[in-house]
């Protein structure tokens, strides 16, 4: 009887909460359990040490739908520490959820951590990866789909398929080895091959039907090299852009930078046959390509900026070893999180203001933290001096791209300023010896790392955050600390209240 007064007890339970749901209508629940561990993968042919999730490699791909919250328990089996961050969520409200070490302390080995994130007001195409260490370049990577819910319109039929790709380069070097290049001052080597869903060449296959249109959502997650992609003998509609439904434009192929994620539809029109997917590697490229266009967006020309930031990327040496900076300024892990020390007011972790609103001289490593305020409307303008493709991320947030050209960028660039129906996206290219110019409104309060998708120069300190501040210190603007958050460094033995 004790049973079964257990067994009604927990049914009672699950359906008061479900009620409880229903009457506060709060949106739905998916839950995850992951464990990380490492693996034998063979993906160009040679043995590695992989990192993977539920014995996947690539991970469990995330299906969501708009304003889902997904409860996420990630077990490290590893033997070092580990975070899982989420290229492309906007983390509303919650830098405490993003999984870089600015804001989060990382998963000790034999450890769980439950992430709680919510896709808020979000749709499109994305990808988790892990943040420390260099742990990318062994796997641990999977894709995300969030779809439209079933009351919004979507700007074309149903697909009678939805693929995710996630292709990049990959090296036969396991990711401890590459490590140790970098830590020892040394440049990595050339990548060894292009995966495509952790296999190489004629490693996956697609099966579609003689007349029907599928959808592929397609994520560069390599370490240091733009791809193009292309279907032999097929043409790639572009749909989406990273959460943009954009103008259907169609291409013969399409360049996806790193950290970049699109969707294409393509129609198997073609006699019935085998096709080739074709991912190759992009260098030498100059100031052009498809610059799409949104399924409409607000008036973002039409908000006055009140601020203007420009990020100049650089590569200098310092203290004898190669480095990579933004505004003279390499970053340099601090040995706390940055959210966790501003949060319990430790001293000492980092300096508002350690890194300035336009180029200065004199490289220096540096924990760099911009201060921001929140509901600004700012533009930033990326720079890029050097003679190799950038790609920038920003995370927790969007941005209009509105310019990008050869040469120097001044204040007359400006006239040139596409301010009517551009693209929003979170991740943008800067060609070499280019610019690139966003809009950015500054909406979601909390500590936000900026960085470059090129994981060698990111690693090595082209990367900074920047701290999106709001004086009303209410839940209505950001969320409260977790119960569940870990503490490390100096924020050991501190309590929330």
């Known amino acids: 009887m004790g049973e079964q007064r257990c067994i009604?007890?927990?049914?009672?339970?699950?359906?008061?909460?479900?009620?409880?749901?229903?009457?506060?209508?709060?949106?739905?629940?998916?839950?995850?359990?992951?464990?990380?561990?490492?693996?034998?993968?063979y993906p160009l042919g040679v043995k590695q040490q992989g990192i993977l999730i539920n014995g996947q490699f690539p991970g469990p791909l995330i299906e969501s739908v708009t304003n889902?919250?997904?409860?996420?328990?990630?077990?490290?089996?590893?033997?070092?520490?580990?975070?899982?961050?989420?290229?492309?969520?906007?983390?509303?409200?919650?830098?405490?959820?993003?999984?870089?070490f600015g804001t989060n302390c990382p998963i000790p080995p034999g450890q769980n951590f439950t992430y709680n994130l919510q896709v808020k007001d979000q749709i499109g195409s994305f990808f988790y990866f892990p943040s420390l260490a260099f742990h990318k370049?062994?796997?641990?990577?999977?894709?995300?789909?969030?779809?439209?819910?079933?009351?919004?319109?979507?700007?074309?039929?149903?697909?009678?398929?939805?693929?995710?790709?996630?292709?990049?380069?990959?090296?036969?070097?396991?990711?401890?080895?590459?490590?140790?290049?970098?830590?020892?001052?040394?440049?990595?080597?050339?990548?060894?091959?292009?995966?495509?869903?952790?296999?190489?060449?004629?490693?996956?296959?697609?099966?579609?039907?003689?007349?029907?249109?599928?959808?592929?959502?397609?994520?560069?997650?390599?370490l240091t090299t733009s791809i193009n992609f292309r279907i032999q003998g097929h043409k790639l509609i572009l749909v989406e852009v990273e959460g943009t439904h954009s103008l259907q434009n169609t291409y013969d192929s399409i360049d996806i930078h790193l950290g970049q994620s699109y969707s294409v539809l393509v129609t198997a029109d073609q006699p019935p046959k085998d096709y080739y997917i074709v991912v190759s590697t992009r260098r030498n490229l100059t100031a052009s390509g498809p610059r799409p266009n949104p399924q409409g967006s607000y008036h973002y020309g039409l908000i006055n900026t009140t601020r203007t930031i420009r990020l100049v990327n650089s590569a200098p040496v310092i203290n004898g070893k190669q480095r990579y900076a933004v505004n003279s300024?390499?970053?340099?892990?601090?040995?706390?999180?940055?959210?966790?020390?501003?949060?319990?007011?430790?001293?000492?972790?980092?300096?508002?203001?350690?890194?300035?609103?336009?180029?200065?001289g004199g490289d220096h490593l540096q924990t760099a933290v911009m201060p921001a305020d929140f509901r600004g409307y700012v533009e930033v303008v990326f720079e890029n001096p050097e003679d190799t493709v950038q790609s920038w991320h920003v995370d927790g947030h969007h941005f209009f791209v509105v310019g990008m050209d050869g040469g120097q960028w001044s204040t007359a660039s400006r006239t040139g300023y596409n301010l009517r129906d551009t693209i929003s996206r979170v991740t943008v290219q800067v060609y070499p010896k280019s610019w690139t110019a966003v809009y950015m409104?500054?909406?979601?309060?909390?500590?936000?790392?900026?960085?470059?998708?090129?994981?060698?120069?990111?690693?090595?300190?082209?990367?900074?955050?920047?701290?999106?501040?709001?004086?009303?210190n209410s839940w209505r603007d950001e969320a409260p600390i977790p119960n569940n958050v870990l503490l490390c460094g100096r924020a050991v033995g501190h309590h929330q209240p």
Do not use: C
């Open 68 to 100: 889902d919250n997904l409860v996420i328990n990630v077990f490290n089996s590893l033997d070092e520490p580990f975070l899982l961050s989420w290229n492309g969520v906007m983390q509303r409200r919650n830098s405490w959820q993003d999984g870089v």
């Open 441 to 472: 409104p500054l909406d979601n309060v909390g500590m936000w790392n900026v960085r470059s998708e090129n994981w060698a120069r990111q690693y090595l300190g082209q990367q900074f955050y920047h701290r999106v501040y709001s004086p009303a």
């Open 137 to 222: 370049a062994a796997g641990g990577y999977g894709g995300i789909k969030i779809a439209s819910r079933s009351v919004i319109p979507v700007p074309f039929a149903p697909p009678a398929g939805d693929y995710t790709i996630l292709a990049g380069d990959w090296f036969k070097q396991n990711h401890t080895d590459l490590k140790a290049i970098l830590d020892n001052g040394n440049d990595l080597p050339f990548p060894d091959g292009i995966l495509i869903n952790g296999r190489g060449s004629d490693g996956f296959t697609f099966t579609v039907d003689q007349g029907k249109t599928y959808r592929f959502r397609v994520s560069n997650v390599g």
């Open 8 to 41: 009604t007890s927990s049914f009672l339970a699950l359906v008061l909460l479900l009620l409880l749901q229903l009457i506060n209508g709060e949106d739905p629940y998916r839950f995850f359990t992951w464990n990380v561990s490492y693996g034998d993968i």
């Open 329 to 360: 300024v390499s970053f340099i892990p601090p040995d706390t999180p940055l959210k966790l020390a501003d949060y319990f007011k430790i001293s000492g972790v980092f300096s508002l203001g350690s890194i300035q609103d336009s180029p200065t």
